[in-house]
């Protein structure tokens, strides 16, 4: 068993889907702050089967929420403080989303003026589907 030390201030991102800890790692910035960040894939779980865990020392205002609820809504958000959970965030799908994804059009905007922020609107929650808010181009 392997055995990952208390946390006594900070967040755990937990019910992550097994195998997306480093794209989420990747996308929040965790390499660039200067704090103490432990992931653990691969975790047993009884609700998913395998699971992955990020724990992360500091203020949740450190990750942009929006960018974990577009990569897995389902992934649950425990603050701690003093070693114990105080709160816990359910995350859902953002409504608008830039710079996390990138329009494939060729003849979008965003393709010739390099520095235009590339943002997505959700369009149908259902099926979670995004379009590129300058030519409307589907990201799903």
Known sequence: ?????????????????????MMIYT???????DCQVAIIKNAKS????KKDI???????????????????HNITVNLIKDGIIVEKKTLS????????????NPRCITS????LDHVFYLTDEE??????????EKYS
């Not at 392997?2 to 755990?12: A, D, K, P």
């Not at 009884?46 to 089967?49: A, D, I, L, R, T």
């Not at 990020?54 to 897995?72: M, N, R, S, T, Y």
């Not at 799908?93 to 494939?104: E, G, H, Q, V, Y």
């Open 27 to 33: 996308h929040l910035g965790l390499d660039k702050l």
């Open 54 to 72: 990020i724990k992360i020392e500091g203020a949740l205002d450190l990750v942009d929420l929006d960018v974990l609820g577009f990569i897995d």
């Open 93 to 104: 799908l953002p409504s608008s989303i830039t710079n996390i994804i990138k329009c494939r």
């Open 46 to 49: 009884n609700k998913m089967g």
């Open 112 to 115: 010739i003026e390099q520095e």
């Open 1 to 21: 068993m392997l055995n990952v030390g208390q946390l006594n201030n900070g967040f755990v991102l937990d019910h992550i889907e097994a195998g997306k800890s």
């Open 127 to 136: 099926k979670q589907i995004y379009r590129c808010k300058y030519c409307e």
